[in-house]
């Protein structure tokens, strides 16, 4: 009954398997699969199961060694793309979003004042729409960083 569990984490194996389904490790009694061309460097395996929902991956939080970063951090970096992006498309659409014009009338001996909208207001968020858009899809997809990831070192892998 041993032989069927793994030695390092105690999992039971399926039988003919050669590597632990939930830590990798090297059954016992199974000899490791030699690498494909002696000239290539031997690559860490890794399980093609995921692990189940009550148990840690050992490589959970990291991607290619850089640690995961916490909720902290990519409120900051994300605070600072907002803000960007509000400065840019307000420069922008500033012409598009003013007000149409401002009408007095005194009928009655009471001045009224009313506001006229501007018929162009909805192009000022189609517009801002246009720039938000591109701005995290072409960054991201590009370098994998916002401008706000850049300033707090972060990265998309």
Do not use: H
Not at 41 to 58: G, K, L
Not at 134 to 150: E, H, N, S, W
């Amino acid at each position: 009954m041993e032989g069927d569990k793994c030695q390092k984490c105690g999992t039971p194996a399926s039988p003919g398997t050669k590597y632990c389904e939930s830590c990798g490790a090297l059954l016992a009694g199974a000899e490791p699969t030699p690498p494909l061309r002696p000239s290539e460097p031997q690559r860490e395996r890794v399980a093609a199961v995921p692990p189940s929902a009550n148990q840690a991956s050992p490589y959970a939080g990291q991607t290619a060694g850089i640690p995961y970063q916490g909720i902290a951090v990519r409120f900051v970096a994300i605070l600072i793309d907002v803000i960007t992006l509000a400065i840019i498309t307000g420069v922008i659409t500033a012409p598009l979003n003013a007000p149409g014009s401002i009408r007095v009338t005194n009928v009655t001996g009471v001045p009224m004042v009313s506001v006229v909208l501007n018929p162009f207001a909805w192009f000022g968020g189609f517009v801002s729409a246009l720039i938000y858009f591109p701005y995290f899809v072409l960054l991201q997809g590009a370098y994998g960083q916002t401008v706000g990831k850049m300033a707090v070192k972060i990265k998309v892998v």
